[in-house]
């Protein structure tokens, strides 16, 4: 294996999830089915999926484990207080990682999504 080219997350309200991503995160939709939306960050420089379930969840807990990091170009402490203003609750502060500056907000079925500045 060379390279990670998508990643899929099951949610359990695909119109929740879209207005979520798309109102609160800002992301574009790059298609749409009744089962799954595709969605493109910086212009599609990187893209992934929300989906219905594949199979029952029985009350699982989505996102535990599952982080998903994107690599922005603008100041994290400003697209932190971007977000954080349209209703996006981060979950801690911004931390250095060996990468660069970040932060993490969860969505809304519990999966981390990390926004990245190595500049």
């Not at 294996?1 to 609160?24: C, G, H, P, W």
Request: proline letters at 4%; charged letters at 25%; aromatic letters at 10%.
């Amino acid at each position: 294996m060379i390279q990670l080219t998508f990643a899929s997350l099951q949610v359990r309200d695909l119109e929740a999830s879209k207005a979520f991503y798309t109102n609160k995160l800002g992301f574009e939709i790059d298609s749409t089915n009744p089962q799954a939306c595709v969605f493109k960050y910086n212009q599609g420089q990187a893209s992934f999926a929300i989906r219905t379930p594949l199979e029952p969840l029985d009350g699982k807990e989505l996102g535990i484990g599952v982080a998903l990091w994107f690599a922005v170009d603008e100041n994290v402490d400003e697209l932190k207080e971007k977000l954080s203003t349209n209703g996006v609750a981060t979950t801690g502060p911004i931390i250095e990682t060996p990468f660069g500056r970040a932060f993490h907000v969860k969505d809304i079925d519990g999966y981390k999504l990390t926004f990245l500045n190595s500049k």
